[in-house]
């Protein structure tokens, strides 16, 4: 465990943060008649899984597989529910015929705004499809505050437990107050090491690494694309060969 772990276990609001989240999670539950949780294997949605599996073992695992998920995705995911015994994951993937790149790539792989509604309809449509057809009454979604100012204007306007009236669901984000190095040190109190992808840290701290779709479009002036070529040069060419304009980022 690293020293910097050991530190932030050792702190009372740390402590504090944990047990608020699961009370967070317990009031959930107590109102739900059938939740998800949606898992990403990221830092945040592992921490959270964590916690939830506490109260619920038997909770479903929603897993969304656009087909360009980072390569260790599929080793961790299987690291991870052997080790807390979650027998329940569920996959979700994009609409039969809609390539999520090619619908990147067509909108304008870096117009944000347009990348939006290809997410959507490659992405969240079919989640909130999946959750309604399945009759879920609840997701668990492992976002934080800190990531962004939407993030905490939403949260603070709506609470940590809510109605999305969009979704047609209840959301609970049991994570929304720890920070990054919070979730790291949650993650080592309870013995699960993180993605591998956290080590990659060239560029970046490994709190603002992302376990996300290696097609993605934002941050590429932040240097993504830059990250990409070098820890995953194959991918890279794959990218830049059906989305040339991201040499321009390199």
Known sequence: MREEDL??????GFKRKVERARELIKKALKQSQK?????STGKDSTAMLVLVAEQKPDITVMMYDSGYELPENK??????TKLLGIKNVEIVRPPEGLDPLEEKVKAGFYDLKAIAKVNERVMMKPIRGWAQKGGY?????????EESIARRSVMKMNGELHWCKKNKIWQCYPMADFTGEE????????GIKPH????KTKFKERKWVRV?????????EKGAVVWLRYYYPELYQKLAERNPEAKNYT
Not at 137 to 145: T, V
Not at 196 to 199: A, E, G, M, R, S
């Open 75 to 80: 080793s961790y995911a299987e690291y991870v």
């Open 212 to 220: 996300n779709w290696w097609i993605q479009s934002a941050g590429a």
């Open 196 to 199: 591998p992808v956290y080590d």
């Open 7 to 12: 530190l932030i276990i050792s702190q009372r």
């Open 35 to 39: 939740p998800y949780l949606s898992w």
């Open 137 to 145: 009454d609840l997701a668990f979604i492992g976002l934080r505050k």
């Open 183 to 190: 979730v790291f040190a949650l993650l080592a109190y309870f």
